[in-house]
Protein backbone atom coordinates (compact mmCIF):
# COMPACT_ATOMS: atom_id res chain seq x y z
CA UNK A 1 0.00 0.00 0.00
CA UNK A 2 1.33 3.40 -1.05
CA UNK A 3 2.17 5.98 2.06
CA UNK A 4 2.32 9.58 1.67
CA UNK A 5 3.87 11.51 4.31
CA UNK A 6 3.40 15.83 4.43
CA UNK A 7 5.91 17.61 6.13
CA UNK A 8 6.80 21.54 6.30
CA UNK A 9 3.84 23.29 7.15
CA UNK A 10 3.70 25.76 9.79
CA UNK A 11 3.15 29.53 10.64
CA UNK A 12 4.54 32.16 8.58
CA UNK A 13 3.72 35.95 8.37
CA UNK A 14 2.10 37.39 5.17
CA UNK A 15 5.17 38.02 2.19
CA UNK A 16 6.87 34.92 3.85
CA UNK A 17 7.61 31.19 2.34
CA UNK A 18 7.55 27.67 3.41
CA UNK A 19 8.41 24.19 1.24
CA UNK A 20 6.22 21.32 1.67
CA UNK A 21 7.00 17.64 0.91
CA UNK A 22 5.67 14.47 0.05
CA UNK A 23 7.25 11.83 0.82
CA UNK A 24 5.70 8.46 -1.04
CA UNK A 25 6.46 4.75 0.01
CA UNK A 26 5.24 2.07 -1.21
CA UNK A 27 5.25 1.76 -4.72
CA UNK A 28 7.89 1.06 -7.49
CA UNK A 29 5.60 3.20 -9.72
CA UNK A 30 6.06 6.91 -8.25
CA UNK A 31 8.09 8.19 -11.21
CA UNK A 32 5.25 7.02 -13.69
CA UNK A 33 2.44 8.89 -11.62
CA UNK A 34 1.35 12.44 -11.95
CA UNK A 35 0.82 13.95 -8.29
CA UNK A 36 -0.98 16.97 -7.08
CA UNK A 37 -1.36 19.44 -4.18
CA UNK A 38 -4.37 20.30 -2.69
CA UNK A 39 -5.81 22.25 0.35
CA UNK A 40 -8.65 22.64 2.29
CA UNK A 41 -9.33 25.94 3.99
CA UNK A 42 -12.10 25.62 7.77
CA UNK A 43 -15.49 25.48 5.61
CA UNK A 44 -14.45 25.30 2.12
CA UNK A 45 -14.49 22.26 0.21
CA UNK A 46 -10.81 20.97 -0.96
CA UNK A 47 -9.77 22.73 -4.21
CA UNK A 48 -6.26 21.30 -6.11
CA UNK A 49 -3.81 23.70 -5.66
CA UNK A 50 -0.95 22.45 -8.41
CA UNK A 51 -0.35 19.05 -10.47
CA UNK A 52 3.45 18.02 -11.72
CA UNK A 53 2.71 15.00 -14.42
CA UNK A 54 5.46 12.33 -14.53
CA UNK A 55 7.21 14.14 -17.52
CA UNK A 56 7.77 17.51 -15.16
CA UNK A 57 4.85 19.71 -16.87
CA UNK A 58 2.62 21.37 -14.00
CA UNK A 59 -0.55 23.46 -14.14
CA UNK A 60 -1.73 25.64 -10.87
CA UNK A 61 -4.75 27.09 -9.78
CA UNK A 62 -4.79 30.82 -10.90
CA UNK A 63 -4.90 31.50 -7.08
CA UNK A 64 -1.30 30.77 -6.86
CA UNK A 65 0.01 31.06 -10.08
CA UNK A 66 3.28 33.26 -9.79
CA UNK A 67 3.54 32.33 -6.24
CA UNK A 68 3.87 28.67 -5.98
CA UNK A 69 5.96 26.06 -7.61
CA UNK A 70 5.56 22.47 -7.79
CA UNK A 71 8.37 19.73 -8.87
CA UNK A 72 9.38 16.66 -7.87
CA UNK A 73 12.55 14.52 -7.24
CA UNK A 74 11.82 10.68 -8.46
CA UNK A 75 15.15 9.38 -7.08
CA UNK A 76 14.06 10.48 -3.79
CA UNK A 77 10.18 9.31 -4.60
CA UNK A 78 9.31 13.12 -3.43
CA UNK A 79 7.12 15.92 -4.62
CA UNK A 80 7.70 19.26 -3.42
CA UNK A 81 5.26 22.60 -3.29
CA UNK A 82 7.42 25.90 -2.74
CA UNK A 83 5.11 28.46 -1.46
CA UNK A 84 6.86 32.13 -1.91
CA UNK A 85 4.87 35.16 -0.98
CA UNK A 86 2.01 33.64 1.08
CA UNK A 87 -1.25 35.44 1.83
CA UNK A 88 -3.52 34.83 4.92
CA UNK A 89 -6.06 33.38 2.47
CA UNK A 90 -3.59 30.41 1.38
CA UNK A 91 -3.88 29.04 5.21
CA UNK A 92 -5.30 25.92 4.96
CA UNK A 93 -4.22 22.14 5.72
CA UNK A 94 -2.04 21.53 2.35
CA UNK A 95 -2.57 17.04 1.03
CA UNK A 96 -0.54 15.19 -1.14
CA UNK A 97 -2.13 13.48 -3.40
CA UNK A 98 -0.74 10.06 -5.63
CA UNK A 99 -1.34 6.84 -7.18
CA UNK A 100 -5.00 6.88 -5.33
CA UNK A 101 -3.87 7.34 -2.16
CA UNK A 102 -3.85 10.58 0.16
CA UNK A 103 -1.14 11.98 2.66
CA UNK A 104 -2.31 13.06 6.02
CA UNK A 105 -2.40 16.30 5.49
CA UNK A 106 0.17 19.14 7.04
CA UNK A 107 -0.90 22.69 8.13
CA UNK A 108 -0.32 26.11 6.70
CA UNK A 109 -1.05 28.97 8.53
CA UNK A 110 -0.27 32.90 6.92
CA UNK A 111 -0.76 35.72 9.74
CA UNK A 112 -1.32 38.71 8.21
Known amino acids: QVQLVESGGGLVQAGGSLRLSCAASGSIFFSFNAMDWYRQAPGKQRELVAT???????NYANSVKGRFTISRDNAKNTVYLQMNSLKPEDTAVYYC?????WGQGTQVTVSS
Open 52 to 58: ITSGGST
Open 97 to 101: YGMGD
